[in-house]
T-cell receptor
Framework: DAGITQSPRYKITETGRQVTLMCHQTWSHSYMFWYRQDLGHGLRLIYYSAAADITDKGEVPDGYVVSRSKTENFPLTLESATRSQTSVYFCASSEIDSSYEQYFGPGTRLTVT | AQTVTQSQPEMSVQEAETVTLSCTYD???????LFWYKQPPSRQMILVIRQEAYKQQNATENRFSVNFQKAAKSFSLKISDSQLGDTAMYFC????????????FGGGTRLMVKP
């Protein structure tokens, strides 16, 4: 199906484990983003990518790693999960045009116990 | 740094009535864009309306309209003829040219439409 998908939709993991959240988009958008959503904070940018092999830090990058070897995929890895990383994670994509509209995936709810 | 503030954590409105959600932002930039996103219980983020800062005319999308006051750095959302399906979290967001397409979000307003 066309669009932007995330997997898994729900994940429970233990403190200290490595977790990878997947994001895939079918539009060939240049930009991709990872946000986390916490109560009272809205969405905060973790990392973003302007193109394949180009990534940069956002507002809250500590504890996260990203890669983008292909335009359509943008995985987010928590190298050693902590309870403070319990959150809902959203992936988004956008094209380089004047609209600046971002298209969001359905989100992944991650719980770190 | 750009900041976006939504001062109303929760609001409610009766079905068919009008409600206004507030948003203020702080920036030194002159060319930027403002958005309202809706997040229903399904969690999906949906773009409601967009405003370009260089346009004086307020954006309108069906029952949704904005009151954009550039000098006051205010960007409120008005929902007319509220419907039960409008129940959701609403986020105001800001982006400025040359920012790498990065959005800055406010903390959100939870809107409940009552029958």
């Amino acid at each position: 199906d066309a669009g932007i998908t995330q997997s898994p939709r729900y994940k429970i993991t233990e403190t200290g484990r490595q977790v990878t959240l997947m994001c895939h988009q079918t539009w060939s958008h240049s930009y991709m983003f990872w946000y986390r959503q916490d109560l009272g904070h809205g969405l905060r940018l973790i990392y973003y990518s302007a193109a394949a092999d180009i990534t940069d830090k956002g507002e809250v990058p500590d504890g996260y790693v990203v890669s983008r070897s292909k335009t359509e995929n943008f995985p987010l890895t928590l190298e050693s999960a902590t309870r403070s990383q319990t959150s809902v994670y959203f992936c988004a994509s956008s094209e380089i045009d004047s609209s600046y509209e971002q298209y969001f995936g359905p989100g992944t709810r991650l719980t770190v116990t | 740094a750009q900041t976006v503030t939504q001062s109303q954590p929760e609001m409610s409105v009766q079905e068919a009535e009008t409600v206004t959600l507030s948003c203020t932002y702080d920036t030194s930039e002159n060319n930027y864009y403002l958005f309202w996103y809706k997040q229903p219980p399904s969690r999906q983020m949906i773009l409601v309306i967009r405003q370009e800062a260089y346009k004086q005319q307020n954006a309108t999308e069906n029952r949704f309209s904005v009151n954009f006051q550039k000098a006051a750095k205010s960007f409120s959302l008005k929902i007319s003829d509220s419907q039960l399906g409008d129940t959701a979290m609403y986020f105001c967001a800001f982006i400025w040219n040359n920012a790498g397409n990065m959005l800055t979000f406010g903390g959100g307003t939870r809107l409940m439409v009552k029958p």
